[in-house]
């Protein structure tokens, strides 16, 4: 079975400071890993798509990476609008679905 | 451009009522996926729609139905409600298989 994990489940920083996130997963075959970011509310919003290991795509102070078995959100000098739930999903080779991961819950604190 | 559009933006609904959710995709998209959220997880998928079939269907059962018409918009039906339908419903479209997902806010369903 297709199964997403993400850790910490929840993380607190102080502006400034930089942290990764992780989402491990285990598929029969990788389509493709998605970022998104969500805020309270809102639908997620589409960060990154990452499609083969040692990929690496960047925007602003987010960088994503991706190995066989996990990927990175890598959070440079945070700032408090940084603050929202990141989500990661994989599509699989076999159907059409995306498997999300429960999400971590960022907050930066000024 | 306008993005994933859902309506309505909350809803109360009674135990054992039906309800109707529905879709406006992105301008370009052909493909609706609707998701549910309960409160602290991620979305689970319930099914997808192309060309106006249900594609593939995620682990919910027959009460939660769906429809795409000719113009791409998409309706998802829940029957029989329990309180356990309480959820925020995503709606997302995208063109293409390997496309990510673009998402609407959400319709916030309250069963009580």
């Known amino acids: 079975e297709d199964q997403v994990t993400q850790s910490p489940e929840a993380l607190r920083l102080q502006e400034g400071e930089s942290s990764s996130l992780n989402c491990s997963y285990t598929?029969?075959?990788?389509?493709?890993l998605f970022w998104y970011r969500q805020d309270p509310g809102k639908g997620p919003e589409f960060l990154f798509t990452?499609?083969?290991a040692g990929e690496e795509k960047e925007k602003e102070r987010l960088k994503a990476t991706l190995t066989k078995k996990e990927s990175f959100l890598h959070i440079t000098a945070p700032k408090p609008e940084d603050s929202a739930t990141y989500l990661c999903?994989?599509?699989?080779?076999?159907?059409?679905?995306?498997?999300f991961g429960p999400g971590t819950r960022l907050s930066v604190l000024p | 451009d306008a993005g994933v559009t859902q309506s309505p933006t909350h809803l109360i609904k009674t135990r054992g009522q039906q309800v109707t959710l529905r879709c406006s995709p992105k301008?370009?998209?052909?493909?609706v996926s609707w998701y549910q959220q309960a409160l602290g997880q991620g979305p689970q998928f319930i099914f997808q729609y192309y060309e106006e079939e249900e594609r593939q269907r995620g682990n919910f059962p027959d009460r939660f139905s769906g429809h795409q018409f000719p113009n791409y918009s998409s309706e998802l039906n829940v029957n029989a409600l329990l309180l356990g339908d309480s959820a925020l419903y995503l709606c997302?479209?995208?063109?293409?298989?390997?496309?990510?997902?673009?998402f609407g806010n959400g319709t916030r369903l309250t069963v009580t």
């Open positions: 301008s370009g998209h052909d493909t």
């Open positions: 598929v029969s075959g990788l389509r493709g």
């Open positions: 999903a994989v599509g699989t080779n076999y159907g059409q679905n995306f498997v």
């Open positions: 990452l499609y083969s």
């Open positions: 997302a479209s995208s063109s293409g298989t390997n496309s990510p997902l673009h």
